[in-house]
Nanobody, 117 residues
Framework: VQLVESGGGLVQPGGSLRLSCAAS????????TSWYRQAPGKERELVAA????????DYADSVKGRFTISRDNAKKTVYLQMNSLKPEDTAVYYC???????????WGKGTLVTVSS
């Protein structure tokens, strides 16, 4: 089982990044997926979530209107499009997959996003 994030990096305030999370080793279409982030010295927080069939999404108030979560079940990949980035978006971003039947969850190792001029 693997979740591998990519797409992080250094971006200036106001810029954009697109994170990807590629899944393998499990039935991706049976898992809801989410993006979390953890800034230095802070707890991990939920950023965005999407149901297994991509029928519903949810966002943290701090990113609403700026971030968009999506997924491609055929490619077993979930995405996070991040626009109008702010310095406070700086964090390690983690991908999470949660079984629709509950009880099983997987995490990626994270990708660092740094927003700085």
């Amino acid at each position: 089982v693997q979740l591998v994030e990519s797409g992080g990096g250094l971006v200036q305030p106001g810029g954009s990044l697109r994170l990807s999370c590629a899944a393998s080793g499990f039935t991706f279409s049976s898992y809801a997926t989410s993006w979390y982030r953890q800034a230095p010295g802070k707890e991990r927080e939920l950023v965005a979530a999407i149901t297994n069939a991509a029928g519903s999404t949810d966002y943290a108030d701090s990113v609403k209107g700026r971030f968009t979560i999506s997924r491609d079940n055929a490619k077993k990949t979930v995405y996070l499009q991040m626009n109008s980035l702010k310095p406070e978006d700086t964090a390690v971003y983690y991908c999470n997959a949660l079984s629709i039947w509950g009880g099983v969850a997987y995490w990626g190792k994270g990708t660092l996003v740094t927003v700085s001029s």
